[in-house]
């Protein structure tokens, strides 16, 4: 096999393949093993969803498969890429999503219809199984199996100044220790004095 120059490795059109699955395996482990990553590798994949969702706005982070935390405005919100918006990124998003739980053994049992009879199942009252969808498009966002009455999981609440700033050599325009506060609290409060 000829020698592959970094820079071919990491080119625009193999970082798309890589993100749809499609890229060789052979050059995913080439790029995962590289000693020294380009720095524009990043930016070249936010490019790419860029172009992949349509958004207008910016794209700051992906959170997850459709989830994204962009610049609206003033604002940094969470939005999924069938456009629906869950508002301030510091207030976990789930606490806007449409919430499934499943409390039962029976209701449990129905979402693990891949373990065989004789495995145990989680147990009702010990856990339940919190499912998390859009309410624009119903994606399932996410699931969370947790003890009854445990808050909700704040599963990833990134530091984006610092990692723009340090990490990527290139700060936000809108740079503020405000960002990096959890509201989740905050917004729980005023759902009590309703
Ligand atoms: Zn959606």
Redesign the pocket.
């Known amino acids: 096999m000829a020698e592959i120059r970094s820079g071919e490795l990491t080119s625009r059109e193999n970082i798309k393949l890589m993100m749809e699955g499609k890229l060789n395996p052979d050059i995913v482990n080439s790029l995962r093993r590289m000693a020294i990553k380009e720095e524009d590798r990043f930016w070249k994949y936010v490019d790419i969803l860029q172009e992949k969702t349509g958004f207008k706005e910016r794209i700051l982070l992906r959170l997850s498969d459709?989830l994204y935390i962009v610049a609206k405005g003033d604002e940094r919100i969470v939005k999924?890429?069938?456009g629906?918006e869950f508002g301030d990124y510091r207030i976990n998003w789930k606490l806007g999503s449409l919430v499934r739980a499943r409390k039962t053994t029976e209701e449990m049992k129905e979402a693990y219809t891949f373990l065989p009879k004789e495995m145990p199942h989680p147990e009702e009252g010990l856990v339940e199984i919190r499912e998390f969808y859009?309410p624009?498009?119903l994606?399932q966002l996410a699931v969370e199996l947790v003890p009854p009455g445990y808050p909700v999981v704040f599963e990833m609440f990134p530091d984006l100044d610092t990692f723009y700033r340090d990490w990527m050599g290139q700060p936000l325009p809108d740079e503020n220790p405000e960002w990096f506060q959890d509201k989740t609290l905050e917004e729980i409060s005023h759902w009590d004095i309703e």
Do not use: K, L, Q, R
């Open positions: 459709h999924c890429d069938c629906y859009c624009g498009c994606a």
